[in-house]
C-alpha cells in the first residue's frame, strides 16, 4: 500500500524559533498533500492543501505567514511553523492523495510539536 | 457543502461482540466516503471505502461498512470485536462533485473500548 512517511514524530524548541516538518510519499507520486492540526480527542482540523508546483491553499483562519507549506516535488512537501509559541504546540498531521485514485488519503505518523 | 456526523463519541464493546460504529453524511452529489483508524500518537489509516457498486463493503481488519444512500448513512461494523480494535475512528466523505481531489470532509471520531 502506499507510505507516507512524516519527520519528526516529536520536536520539542523554544518560543520564537523555527520548525520544520517533512511529508513524504516514498512510493506514489502524492500529486496533492494535506496538512491538519489535531487537537486532544478532537478531530482533524484542515489547515491547508499543497499541490506540487503551485501555492498551497490555506483554510479560513489558518495564517499563511506562520505556517508555511512548500510542496517542491511529487514527494515532498514541508510545513514550516514560523516563530512557534506555545500556542502552537499540537499534533500535526500530513496526507497525499495518489494521482487516479478515488481519493482515499494515506497518512503520515504525525508530528507532536511543543514549543516551551 | 459536504458534512459529516458521527453521533456517538464513545462506543464500548465487550470482547467477541459485534461492534457498530454509526456515521451520517450530507453531500450535494455523489459521495465517496471513508473510514479511518487512528491509534495513539499516530497517524490515520485507511480502513475501506465506498465509491460504487455493491452497498456492503469489506475492508481491513475485518471490517465492513455498508452505504445506505436513503438513510444516508455508512456505519461501520464489525462481527466480533478484539481488544485490539480500541481505537479512535474516522468517517470521512468527499463529494464527487468536489475537484480538489482528495479533500474530504471528517467526523468528529468515535473512541471505540473493546473490554476483555
Known amino acids: 500500500g502506499a507510505v507516507v512517511s512524516q519527520h519528526p514524530s516529536w520536536v520539542i524548541c523554544k518560543s520564537g524559533t523555527s520548525v520544520k516538518i517533512e511529508c513524504r510519499s516514498l512510493d506514489f507520486q502524492a500529486t496533492t498533500m494535506f496538512w491538519y492540526r489535531q487537537f486532544p480527542k478532537q478531530s482533524l482540523m484542515l489547515m491547508a492543501t499543497s499541490n506540487e508546483g503551485s501555492k498551497a491553499t490555506y483554510e479560513q483562519g489558518v495564517e499563511k505567514d506562520k505556517f508555511l507549506i512548500n510542496h517542491a516535488s511529487l514527494t515532498l512537501s514541508t510545513l514550516t511553523v514560523t516563530s512557534a509559541h506555545p500556542e502552537d504546540s499540537s499534533f500535526y498531521i500530513c496526507?497525499?492523495?495518489?494521482?487516479?485514485?478515488?481519493?482515499?488519503?494515506?497518512f503520515g505518523e504525525g508530528s507532536r510539536l511543543t514549543v516551551l | 457543502a459536504q458534512s459529516v456526523a458521527q453521533p456517538e463519541d464513545q462506543v464500548n464493546v465487550a470482547e467477541g461482540n459485534p461492534l457498530t460504529v454509526k456515521c451520517t453524511y450530507s453531500v450535494s452529489g455523489n459521495p465517496y466516503l471513508f473510514w479511518y483508524v487512528q491509534y495513539p500518537n499516530r497517524g490515520l489509516q485507511f480502513l475501506l471505502k465506498y465509491i460504487t457498486g455493491d452497498n456492503l463493503v469489506k475492508g481491513s481488519y475485518g471490517f465492513e461498512a455498508e452505504f445506505n444512500k436513503s438513510q444516508t448513512s455508512f456505519h461501520l461494523k464489525k462481527p466480533s470485536a478484539l481488544v485490539s480494535d480500541s481505537a479512535l475512528y474516522f468517517c470521512?466523505?468527499?463529494?464527487?462533485?468536489?475537484?480538489?481531489?482528495?479533500?474530504?470532509?471528517f467526523g468528529d471520531g468515535t473512541t471505540l473500548t473493546v473490554k476483555p
Open positions: 470521512a466523505v468527499r463529494d464527487t462533485h468536489n475537484t480538489n481531489a482528495g479533500k474530504s470532509t
Open positions: 496526507s497525499a492523495t495518489e494521482r487516479g485514485t478515488t481519493g482515499e488519503l494515506f
